[in-house]
């Protein structure tokens, strides 16, 4: 099992919006930066969002700018998915790392095959049409 807690997930029709939410299980992830990244079937993950660890700073990935908003409060980071389309299907897992801005939003660190300090057991988003 991971170590972050994650939920938000579901079913919607194309257009749609969810909102994801993700903790640390037991303690405070104050210093860590957070990340989303989306695992589709048969595809490597990908980075989605970002954001530092004092929420200066919010990267996305170019298919979803626009239409995607990472933010963080004090025990928890969202990330709220508006106009949802069906290539959008996926298992979404949050991870959080000191070095997720160097290793893997300015860095070429492959989220497949990083390790980071802490990661979710994903929730699953499935956007029909």
């Known amino acids: 099992q991971g170590q972050l807690d994650e939920s938000g997930g579901g079913s919607v029709q194309a257009g749609g919006s969810l909102r994801l939410s993700c903790s640390l299980h037991?303690?405070?992830?104050?210093?860590?930066?957070v990340g989303w990244f989306r695992q589709a079937p048969g595809k490597e993950k990908e980075l989605v969002a970002a954001?530092?660890?004092?929420?200066?700073i919010t990267h996305y990935s170019e298919y979803v700018l626009g239409r995607f908003t990472i933010c963080r409060e004090p025990n928890t980071t969202y990330l709220q998915m508006n106009k949802l389309e069906p290539e959008g299907t996926g298992m979404y897992h949050c991870?959080?790392?000191?070095?997720?801005?160097?290793?893997?939003?300015?860095?070429?660190?492959?989220?497949?095959?990083?390790?980071?300090?802490?990661w979710g057991q994903g929730t699953q988003v499935t956007v029909g049409s």
């Open positions: 991870v959080s790392d000191y070095d997720l801005f160097r290793s893997t939003v300015r860095g070429t660190a492959s989220p497949g095959t990083h390790l980071y300090d802490y």
């Open positions: 037991s303690g405070s992830l104050s210093g860590y930066a």
């Open positions: 954001i530092t660890w004092n929420g200066a």
